[in-house]
Structures are given as C-alpha cells and as structure tokens.
C-alpha cells in the first residue's frame, strides 16, 4: 500500500518512468498475493501512466482490467476508473456519451457527499460542455466546480489539466467571463502543484485578455 502511495505521489509530480516502475512491481507482487483490491488500484494507476504518456489505447485496456477487476470484488472505488475512461473518452471526442453518462453520475456523487469525486467529474464534464459549444451549461457547470473546490481545497494535477484544455477552445466573446474563471481557477491550481512554467503561460494569457 506505501508503493502505491509513492506511486501516486510520482503521477502527481509528474515523474512518469519511476511511476511506472513502482507500479509494476508493486501490482505483480499484490497478484502473485491475490490482493485484488490493491492490484486493481495499481492497475487503474498505470493507466494513468500510460494516459498521461498519451497512450490512449494501452491506458484504455489498463482501466477496463481495473474496472473488472474490482467488479469482481465489488470495490467500492470502482468509480475512479471508469472516471478516468470518460476522461480517455472526451479525447477521443465522444462529447456527447461522456455528458449523458456523468449527468447520471454526477447527482449520485454528490447526493453521498462525494464531493472530491465529484469535482472530478465535473471538470471531466466541463471539457465535453466546451467541446459541445453548450456554455451555458458550462458556466452552470463551472459554478458547482467553484463551490467544491471551495469544499475540498483539492490541488490535483488531473483536475488543472482538465481546466487548462477547457480553457484552450474556442469560447466566443459573449462567455468571455467563462474563459477568465476557467484561467483563474487553473493559474492557482498551477502555482500550488510548482509547475511554473505552466501557470505564467496562463498568467500572459489572462493579462493580453484583461486588455482587450
């Protein structure tokens, strides 16, 4: 379960080869043990490697074993995979199958208090509401990311690079506010993960918008 953690805290760093390693070795050892449940989770953290590599198709096979796995068991995460499929979903532009799905998913997160996963899922959300075109329902969208972000104080590398590709489509004039909210809430999620480089990009982006 430690190796697990380090792993975890490698992803967030964005050290993607360590990552990898500890996860597996770590995984073969918990098969080799039939500990399902902590083999599903590594599982479910390589497609997350693979994913963040940009290796779509081994991150897909990766979360369906995950997902199966802890099926299987009845894990009570089971959720976070199939969050991370719609995630590998959007980008393959099933926009309008990731919105039907977390619609569902969603009012059942957070009517059981799952508020981290629901902002998961929200951000997961609002990228297919960019990609729709639908702001109007992206800025209800972004209301509710605002109020559990508030809630959970929850600084994740996942959850600002889902805000940063929302802000990087075409969002028209008239949503204008939308775009610097989106800037906003990703320049703070940038400056607390140290990835500076990424949050001064964002920081000129916001400054050239201010001065239209």
């Not at 994740?156 to 204008?176: G, V, W, Y």
Request: hydrophobic share 40%; charged share 25%.
């Amino acid at each position: 379960m430690c190796a697990l953690y380090e792993a975890m805290l490698e992803l967030q760093s964005n050290n993607l080869d360590k990552a990898e390693r500890i996860l597996q070795r770590t995984v073969q050892h918990f098969l080799k043990y039939k500990l399902i449940r902590y083999a599903s989770e590594g599982i479910n953290m390589l497609g997350d490697v693979h994913r963040k590599n940009g290796q779509f198709n081994k991150a897909e096979r990766y979360y369906m074993n995950a997902i199966m796995k802890m099926e299987q068991i009845n894990h009570p995460e089971l959720i976070i995979p199939q969050l991370n499929l719609a995630i590998l979903r959007v980008k393959k532009g099933e926009h309008q199958q990731v919105k039907r799905d977390l619609s569902l998913t969603i009012p059942a997160l957070e009517a059981n208090n799952k508020n981290t996963l629901a902002l998961f899922a929200r951000s997961i959300l609002l990228l297919a509401l960019v990609r729709l075109k639908e702001f109007q329902l992206a800025e209800s969208n972004l209301n509710q990311i605002e109020v559990l972000l508030s809630q959970t104080q929850m600084i994740d590398t996942d959850i600002a690079d889902l805000l940063e590709e929302s802000i990087h489509n075409r969002i028209p004039e008239k949503f204008q506010q939308l775009k610097i909210r989106l800037l906003q809430l990703t320049i703070a999620q940038y400056k607390t993960l140290h990835r500076a480089q990424k949050h001064k990009e964002l920081e000129e982006l916001l400054k050239q918008i201010n001065q239209i």
